[in-house]
């Protein structure tokens, strides 16, 4: 579920991001405040209003439903993280392979994108984190059979002590902390 999270959220975020960069209009900024919203409602008001549209549709203790409220709650970091690339990114670099005759596409998948690429790795890490680790609204979404990570490991602490929720929970820790080396490695190699 993380990994398709992960690559959900990273494509609407680079979308999103990009298209309030290039963007013109009065709609930027309400465009912007619904896309970063779910950073700045509290997680529990969050939670139940996606429990009770997805209650009414039918997408509590599904895939749908779990791969769907991630992906709300892990846009606005990539949207942050893709932003602040393209702000750091020379437009006058972009302007040059236009005026050489780049199809705006071209422009973007050439120029654009090998540029912002570590801004779209580190988005793509935190959408992987946030659903990785989301448990206040995979608690109103869950059901008996339908379990998050986190979940198991609340349910657990909670009616049982098993060394197993500490040998996961240090799995955890171990996956993040590699993961943020990697991306700092990977980041450093860039420069």
Sequence with gaps: MGAIVTI???VLGVAGAVGLAHGRGRWRAPIRGMLLAPMIVPGVITAIGIYYVFLRAGLTESLTGFVLAHTVLALPLVVITVSASLQGLDRQLEWAAASLGASPWRVFRQVT?????PGIATGALFAFLTSFDESIVS???SGPYARTLPIQVYQSVTSEVDPTIAAASTMLVGITVALML????VSSRKK
Excluded at 182 to 185: Q, T, Y
């Design 8 to 10: 959900v959220a990273t």
């Design 113 to 117: 994108l090998p540029l912002i690429v």
């Design 139 to 141: 608690l109103f979404l």
């Design 182 to 185: 990697i991306l700092a490695l």
